[in-house]
């Protein structure tokens, strides 16, 4: 068992060291989340930190994407006007940082939609290897603070990695999401987990 576990630790450091392609949740990993979900630009405020840790991962010449859940849009909460602010401001407040988005995907479907894109299904992430003409899975890692996150990545192919700023119970997420993958890391914010990446670089 050790020498397996040894293994399986080996392929993940490796996969840590070949990461060409960040994906990122957008609520709870670069703006701060809410159980009444982001309906406003106003309401959309930045994890501190996040803006330019995703520019440090441009410099470092990383793919940085985003596969959002946004069911607002289907349950009626915000129109697609409203929703399209919003994104505007998180690209001007990135670029402003020196950061910048390769490829940004949403599924506005409700949980009952029978959408194929809703996490924890892996659509966005396939649709995301598509646009960015991903084959080698091993370069790709997803960031997230929701189960569904690491559920999405594990049907997708890829490692996850957690923060803990979201509004949901980090440690139960964190424990839960170690039965998909036993040797997942959980980090306090998306600054920390860009030094893990960058620093385990070769």
């Keep these: 068992m050790t020498i397996t576990l040894n293994f399986i630790y080996l392929a993940y450091v490796c996969s840590m060291n070949n990461i060409q392609s960040v994906i990122l949740d957008r609520d709870g990993v670069i703006n701060f989340d809410s159980p009444d ?3 406003s630009p106003e309401q959309w405020q930045v994890i501190p930190g ?4 995703i520019a440090k991962l441009k410099k470092s010449n ?5 596969c959002s859940n946004q069911s607002a849009i289907g349950r009626g909460m915000i129109n697609q006007a409203m929703f399209d602010s919003i994104q505007t401001k998180m690209i001007a407040k990135t670029e402003q ?3 910048s988005f390769d490829y940004i995907a949403v599924c506005p479907h409700g949980p009952h939609d029978a959408c194929v894109c809703r996490k924890p299904l892996p659509g966005m992430l396939f649709a995301t290897f598509k646009a960015l003409g991903i084959q080698d899975l091993s370069t790709v890692v997803m960031v997230g603070d929701s189960y569904r996150d690491v559920q999405a990545a594990h049907a997708a192919g890829i490692e996850a990695i957690l923060v803990s700023s979201g509004y949901g119970d980090a440690d139960a997420i964190f424990e839960k999401s ?3 993958m036993p040797l997942i890391k959980m980090f306090a914010n998306l600054a920390d987990v860009t030094t893990y990446i960058l620093e385990e670089q070769p």
């Design 62 to 66: 990383k793919n940085v994407t985003v």
């Design 50 to 53: 996040s803006l330019e840790a």
């Design 97 to 99: 940082a020196g950061g």
């Design 178 to 180: 170690k039965q998909l």
């Design 37 to 39: 979900y982001i309906l």
